[in-house]
Structures are given as C-alpha cells and as structure tokens.
C-alpha cells in the first residue's frame, strides 16, 4: 500500500558532512599512488602567435624530470574533437581541429603547448621555467563584434571567417508583431565574462596497464560520459576505461562538464610513461582557463501595447566563445541554450532570434551555472522594465500581465514548462518588501537625498533536461537512474550515475529511499562517482539531481515492494500481496492485522543470506535499477526574485539592503538543502553580476588570473539572502520534487539592475551593461547628469 | 637546501629534514599526510582554505615554509573533535547546514576556532571574522547561522569544559 513519503520534506542534518567536518573528506588532490609522477603545462604568453621553437633541452636535464612533450609528439592522436564530442545543433557550424596540445600556433594566453613530467610539484615548476618557446606574434581578435569584420584575423583559416555556429530561431510572426506595436523598446544589452570557478581546482590522476586499461580521478561532473569519449579519442575498448570522481570535490557549477584537453594528455602520458600521473591545475591556471562564461551581447528589440502586453521580441546575440577548444560544449552550447531559453518566464507569441557564436582569441566558454541563460535573462528583464517606465506601469504588473499562465505552457521556441505560479510568487515577495508602501517610502527617502529602489526578476528554472532535448544536443540521455540494492543486514545501497559535489544526494536520496521503504535514512548510503561500479548517466548538471536521479531512486524502491510483501506474506504463512502491506518502522506490516509483521532485515537476510527461506521458484536477491524520463518535453520551477537597495550618487557604490528569493522546489526534499543551494546560487550571481570579470586587455592578456583580481564574494560582500518557498509539485515527478538551483545565479542581475536603475529615477540613468560596479554606476550618473 | 625541523600537529611531533622551500601547507598534507587541509589558489593567501591554528593564532598554511614553523605547534581540522564527540564548531556547521561541497571548511572551522574563544556577537562581526575565507557553495547565510549556534553552544559551557575545547 503506497503511503505518503515519512521523510519527504524534512530538513535532517546532511549524511556526508561528518567525514568533511573532520578533515576526511577525499578530494582529488589526497589521492596518492606508488610510482606516481606529476605532470605540468607550458602555456603560451601570447594571445595568437606562431610557435617558432620549442627548446625543451634545459627542462629534460633537469634532475627529477621524467619526460617533456611538445605539440609534434601528440599529433598522431589526431583532433580531439569528433561527432561525439561536438553538440548537434540545427544551425551552421563550424568545427575547430586541435590536439591536447598545441600545434605550430597557439590562439590564447595560456594555450598548453607543451607539457612536463617531473617526481613532485617543485620540480615540475623548475623544469617548466626552463623550457624555451620562441614565438611570432599574430594579428589578434579580443572583441567579438571586430570577429565579425571582413579584415579581422582568422582562427581557424580554413573557416573563411570567425563563426563557430549561426541559427536563426523565428517563431509566430514577429514582423507583424511590430508593425501593431505601440511603443518599441530597443536596445544593446552587453554581459561580460565571467562564470562558475569552483573553489578547487580541475585535476586528475591516470594509471594504465594492459590488463585492466586506464583508470582515471578525475574532477567531473560526468564520469560516465567522459569514459565513452576518451575511449573513443585514446582508441581504447570500452571495457578498457574506467572514470572515478572522487568521493569528494570541491564544487564545479558546471566547469567540470566539459572534456579538456589537459586530462586527455594525462590519459596519454599515463599510458606512454606506464606510471600513474597526476595534474592539478593551479588557481591562475584555473582563472585562465575555466569559469569563462556568459560574455554575450543582445541587441533586443520589445514590441508593445499601451496596455503593456508584450507582442513580440527580436534579438540579435553575439557570443564571443573565445577559442572554442574544449570537447562536448564547445563555447556554443550555452548560447545556444541561451537563446532557446530567452523568452523564458514570458508568455511572447512572436519571435525573430538570430545567434552568432564567434571565435576570438580568449579561453574557449566554459559551461557555468545558469547555462547559457545568464545574459539573456538580464536582458529580457531589463528591457521589460525600460517598458515599464516608458508607459507608466507597475514594474510587478507588467510582469504579471505577461507571465506564462496556464499550465503545461510550450513557449514559442518550444520550451515546455509544467507547472508553476507567478502571480503566488509575485505576492510573497511583495509581501515580504512591504513593496505596497514602498513607493511612498521611496519618494520620502528622495526628498531627503536617499536614493532607495527595488528591482524584480522572474524566471524559469531548468529542472533536470530530458532526453527528448539531450539527445539531440549533446547526443546523451536525460534519464535518471539508480539501482537500489538492499544487502543481507536490511541495510540499502543506492547507486546513482550522477556525480554529487556538495548537492547533499547522499541525505535526500537516501531520505526518499527510506521514507518508500519504511526506513531510517541511516539505514540507507549512497555511492556514486565510479563508472566500473554504478549505472550509466549523464552526470550531475541542469539540476537533475531532485527531479531525475531522485526519482529514479523512487521508482526502483518502490519497484522492491511487491517481492518484498511476498517474501513477508510467506514468512508469515499467509496470503498477501502488496497491497496488503505498509512498510513502516522498519517493519513490513499487515494492514488488517498490524500485529502481523516482518522485520525489513529479516525479508533481506532471506532474500540474501538464507534464500532456502524464500517463497519456491523466487529468484535470490533484492535489488532494482529504474531509469527515469518524465513524460514531457521540460521540467522547470517558476521563481521571483526581488532586490531592494540604496544607491550613493556622489560614488555610484550600493548596498543591497535586501535580496528576497521567492523559489519553487516543487515538493522539498530537505528544505534545508534546498535553502542552501538557492543562496549559493544567489551569492553566484550577486558575484558574477556585481564585481566578477575576466578582463582581457588589447593585448589579449588576461588580466584576473589571482583571486585578488577575479573577485569572488566574500561573507562581507553579499547581503543575507531570505528565501521563501513557493513550491508547486510538479505533475511529471513521483513525489513532485523539482530540481535547483542551477538556474538560479540567472535571477540575479536584472533584479539588482532594475533595483538600482529604480534608485536613480530622479537621475534617469540607464543600465545596459554588466557589471554593475560603482564605477560604472558613477559613470552612468556622470553622463546623466551631464546631459541634463 | 634541506634543514631538519620539528613541528608538532595536533599534538604529534613530526621531526623531518625538509627542503627549506616546502611550504608549510605541503608539510601539512604531504609529509604528515593531514589532507583535510586545502589548497585553493597558488600562494595569494586569497582562498583561505589552508587556513590552520599555528600557536593559537589563525594562519594561512601556503603563505609559510615548513621552516618557519619550526617548533611551533599546529593544530588543523584533524585535531578538532575529540573522540567522537565533535568540536562546537563543527556541530554548529553540521546542524545549520554550514557546509556544501566541504572544499572551504577547514579554512572557516580553523579561523572560527580563533574567533570562538573570544566571539562576538553581530552578524557584521560573524561576517568580518570569517572574510579570509571565500566560500563558493553557501552564500555564506548557513555559515552565519551554524556560527551562532556554536556560539551559544561555547557560552553554555562550563569554564573548565570552554577551555577543554580550545587547548591552543
Ligand atoms: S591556499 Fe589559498 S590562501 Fe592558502
Ligand atoms: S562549501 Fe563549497 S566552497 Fe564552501
């Protein structure tokens, strides 16, 4: 008998803190192995330039140098890139070649382009220092709109020009949309770059023998599909590769999606060298290479009537995808996503969207939290709350009137989106600002020099991509899958394919796990991260974890029960099934008779340990795997964010007084996890809008490779962020849980934005460009004022 | 150029001849095999995950050779709990959900170490105590919360017991 979830909903203490809080955790970086080498890269200092020669003789002399390799001695495991490892996108595109690397030219600051081995970490410094690389400077392109002209340098020449990927997405008829439109909003919206930089580093750690094959640690959030890629890359069988993410790693946000070069030369050393060898990027490695995300430039177009209803949206993007040469993403599939993802929470019938992806001599894109979506998001909503102004309506109202309604709602561009309820949203987070007397407060504060605003955002969030989108895409699956295994002391094990970082999927799943089978969650411990022992998935991003990898654990729990409640009717010499039992308490219990009942462990040490117990002709063993696709095209929650904050004129510096968070979870697992992972994502974007950027200057030097220069907020940066639940349980999941917090870093920029811009009415400044820093913000008063 | 040190950690004493240019960090987790303590950037002394207690006084782990430390007396997230019963600190951050994917955690916990003997109380303070550390994870509102809780846990305590917690 199916009863409601006992665990669902509870905020229990996370099961995977207790080794973190003690200092055993395992992190790439802890793993050490007999004969182990250490491998390290030569970048380049030039952003384009011809390699001239490489004098490696130094660094090879070097006592405690295993071995240096340079472009020539990769060449013959050809391109890196193949139809498996490229997105297959409708638009044009254009494919780079490239090796782990580089060849004769290099095309960014910090392009490997040759690499050394060395017996520790010291050494290995030394020995870089010394190797020799003579270059020729080459023309460069930094500015993606320059990538577009007819005379700007080529990356790639047999390209014929800089365009990695082009798609035109028209839908309904926006050309009509606009000839009715009553007021027109336009404007170029640009987003810098800037991204996800997780607090550790990328490594990994290669072993090879002919036997077993290759093992690789590696910091991923997908093992499983790293494995079939460099199966296919090293020309290795399957059976041959084994990927592990470490039981611990310290966060991704979507870095460590991709398949990078620099692993696949450890793959390779690891085979030639026969000696395990282990990489760890360091932190000005790290700034130069990963994390580079966003970086778009909108020009959108906003047709509208009087009554604020938006008729219809054109967009040109432009994507600088810098270098384009990572595997999988490429730099073009976050746009690409982006732009599909533009219209989002609105309900906008007509649509001309035109992508343009170029290259440019920069760090390819990374994935980072808030895919792809991140620019748009700031330039939607920003341009709707120009036409707010512009026509004196509420900037809530506008929103509302054209928010996406009725659900299961399919957008323009085909976007599905299952449940939700804005105007719920909208009335919590204007309740918690008190925003009705706000405007009052406002004109109060104005009066006395005060510069007070508020600025809302509203969006859909990406819950979990199911296969119907993946496949096409990326060419893997959206499934979730677990196998849940129980073993002969009643205890169960869960196997999930996904690779968890801090998500808490050691505690939820192992909540819903118990809570279908009667239960503790103690009773119940997760594994994941391995590809020779868990079920193939896609890995750990787009918030899949409570939507698709959850509920396949569901469904595999609830899959056990009817053997379970066979093996319980037999051992109590009865007849039953199923429905005749609950599992509670650890006990499966005769619903009539609720003095009849077996102990859980005891039905697990027949099926397991004692199977001559067993009902005649049942198979041993109790265990299940279950995949999981939802029965729809896209899972999404619906959230409103909301910031409130106070502007200084003479500085352009600002304080948020208040960001309130107005999320959807669907049905909460954890709440307390839940609340966690929106304040990561808000702090995520409170950054990356506010006071990250990866500045490259005319040079094409990168000018934020320390800490110091990439300024990742600290606790004195970013305000106390209030969540409020508004959860609407999704009709496609088995416990209606919905996924988060990978699209939430999206909601920031244009609340904040809108918030100051709202501040400053009296100054009428405009803000189309990231980030907000009080420099800019000054600026924008400046000519403001000038103008006046 | 390798010189013989000696450096106690957690209240074992490591006498090694080490390169004179090892940082203290890799002493910490590579010759006495302490991993709990991180490495977040390349010596800028910006992340703060190495952060360990050197003679009572929080410090940062990649911003001192082993050398340095010659005689001192090191405490890291190791020598936190006693027993099985873990340290206030690590209580409050596993009950308020302090923690996300853990990479920060020695830092804050041995920085909060120094803060907790003599804390104080306003969120400004939390905040500006724990500033050397960059969490990516948490948005750091848990970390407040798992803060105060530890706080009242400490202030609960009985003089003797307050003192058992905090040895250096
Ligand atoms: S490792 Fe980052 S401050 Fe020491
Ligand atoms: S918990 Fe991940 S960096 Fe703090």
């Known amino acids: ?788 | 150029m390798k010189r013989s040190i000696s450096i106690t950690i957690n209240g074992e004493v490591y006498e090694e001849t080490v390169d004179q240019r090892l940082l203290l960090v890799d002493f910490i987790r590579e010759v006495a095999g302490l991993t709990g303590t991180h490495v977040g950037c390349s010596v800028e002394g910006r992340c703060g995950a190495c952060t360990v207690v050197l003679n009572g006084k929080a410090v940062k782990a990649c911003l001192l050779l082993a050398v340095q430390a010659d005689g001192a007396s090191v405490l890291t997230i190791e020598g936190l709990a006693k027993d099985d019963a873990l340290h206030p600190i690590q209580d409050g951050f596993w009950e308020k959900h302090g923690l996300q994917c853990g990479f920060c955690t020695p830092g804050l916990l041995m920085t909060l170490y120094e803060f907790l003997q003599n804390p104080k109380h306003s969120d400004e303070e939390i905040r500006t105590a724990m500033s050397g550390v960059i969490c990516r994870c948490t948005g750091y509102v848990h970390i407040v919360e798992a803060v105060k809780h530890a706080i009242a846990t400490v202030e609960a305590l009985p003089p003797e017991e307050r003192k058992e917690w905090f040895p250096v």
């Not at chain 1, 604020?308 to 384009?324: K, S």
């Not at chain 1, 010499?573 to 650890?586: L, P, Q, S, T």
């Open chain 1, 1 to 788: 008998m199916a009863t409601a979830n006992a665990w669902v909903g509870q905020s229990i203490k996370r099961k995977e803190d207790h080794r973190l809080l003690v200092g055993e955790g395992q992190y790439l970086p802890d793993i050490v192995l007999p004969r182990m080498v250490v491998m390290g890269f030569v970048r380049s200092i030039y952003a384009h330039a011809k390699i001239t020669s490489i004098d490696t003789t130094q660094a090879a002399a070097l006592p405690g140098v295993r071995a240096v390799l340079t472009g020539a001695d990769v060449k013959h495991l050809g391109s890196v890139l193949s139809d498996m490892s490229t997105p297959n996108l409708p638009g044009e595109t254009n494919r780079p070649i490239f090796w782990p690397l580089s060849i004769d030219e290099v095309k960014y600051v910090g392009d490997p382009l040759a690499v050394v081995v060395a017996r520790d970490k010291y050494t290995l410094e030394d020995a870089i220092e010394l190797v020799d690389v003579e270059y020729e400077p080459l023309d460069i392109v930094i500015d993606p709109e320059y990538a577009l002209q007819a005379d700007a340098p080529r990356l790639y020449p047999d390209w014929g020009d800089n365009v990695l990927y082009h798609q035109h997405i028209p839908a309904g008829d926006a050309e009509a949309a606009f000839a009715q439109a009553d007021l027109v909003i336009k404007e170029r919206f640009r987003c810098h770059r800037t991204g996800g930089q997780p607090m550790e580093t990328r490594g990994c750690l290669a072993t090879y023998n002919p036997g077993e094959g290759l093992t690789l640690w590696l910091t991923t959030q997908r093992p499983h599909i790293k494995r079939h890629l460099l199966a296919e890359y090293l020309n290795l069988p399957h059976s041959q590769v084994r990927v592990i993410m470490p039981k611990d790693m310290g966060g991704a946000f979507g870095t460590k999606a991709p398949l990078y070069r620099e692993e696949l030369m450890a793959c390779h050393l690891a085979m030639k060298l026969r000696r395990p060898v282990k990489w760890i990027e360091n932190r000005q490695e790290s700034l130069m290479n990963v994390g580079q995300g966003r970086d778009q430039i909108h020009q959108l177009e906003l047709a509208l009537k009087k009554d604020g209803t938006i008729l219809g949206l054109r967009d040109r993007i432009l994507a600088d995808c810098g270098d384009a040469r990572t595997a999988i993403y490429v730099g073009f599939a976050m746009p690409f996503l982006g732009a599909m993802y533009l219209i989002n929470g609105y309900d906008i019938p007509n649509v001309d969207i035109d992508l343009t992806c170029v290259v440019t001599n920069k760090a390819c894109l990374t994935p980072s939290r808030a895919f792809g979506s991140f620019a748009g998001r700031f330039a939607l909503d920003r341009a709707v709350e120009m036409a707010a102004r512009a026509l004196e309506i509420d900037p809530v109202e506008i929103r509302l009137k054209n928010a996406i309604k009725t659900f299961p709602h399919v957008s323009a561009v085909g976007v599905h989106v299952d449940s939700g309820d804005f105007p719920g949203s909208f009335a919590k987070a204007c309740a918690a600002l008190d925003y009705d007397n706000f405007r009052q407060e406002q004109s109060e504060a104005w009066q006395n020099g005060r510069y007070l605003g508020v600025g809302f955002s509203m969006g859909v969030e990406i819950s979990g991509v199911p296969s119907e989108v993946l496949v096409p895409m990326e060419r893997q699956p959206g499934f979730g899958v677990a196998t849940v295994q129980f073993d002969a002391h009643g205890k169960v094990q869960v196997a999930e394919g996904d690779s968890p970082h801090g998500q808490g999927h050691e505690t939820t799943i192992a909540q819903v796990v118990a809570g279908e089978l009667g239960l503790s969650p103690e009773d119940i411990y997760v594994t994941y991260g391995d590809t020779h022992s868990g079920p193939f998935a896609a890995g750990t991003i787009g918030s899949r974890g409570a939507s698709y990898t959850l509920s396949a654990a569901v469904l595999a729990a609830r899959a056990l029960r009817p053997k379970m409640a066979n093996i319980a009717a037999h051992l109590l010499h009865i007849e039953a099934g199923e429905d005749d039992f609950v599992f509670r308490d650890g006990h499966a219990i005769l619903t009539r008779d609720e003095s009849q009942r077996v102990p859980i462990a005891k039905i697990a040490e027949v099926a397991l340990l004692s199977p001559t117990e067993l009902p005649p002709g049942m198979e041993a063993g109790l265990e299940h795997t279950s995949h999981f696709e939802a029965e729809t095209a896209g899972m999404h929650s619906c959230n409103v964010h909301a910031a409130q904050v106070e502007v200084s004129p003479d500085t352009g510096e600002y304080k948020i007084l208040r960001y309130v968070a107005v999320d959807d979870a669907g049905q909460p697992i954890n709440p307390m996890v839940v609340r966690g992972q929106i304040h990561g994502g808000v702090a995520m974007g409170i950054g990356n809008a506010c006071m990250e950027e990866f500045i490259y200057d005319e040079n094409g030097q990168q000018l934020t490779t320390t800490l110091l220069d990439y300024h990742i907020p600290s606790s004195l940066d970013l305000p106390h962020i209030e969540t409020i639940e508004h959860n609407v349980p999704s009709p496609h999941t088995p416990l209606g849980s919905k996924g988060k917090g990978e699209g939430t870093p999206g909601m920031v920029p244009a609340a904040v934005a809108n918030a100051i811009e709202d501040a400053l009415q009296p100054l009428g400044v405009k803000i189309t460009d990231l980030p907000l820093t009080p420099e800019r913000i000054w600026k924008l008063i400046q000519a403001a004022q000038s103008k006046d």
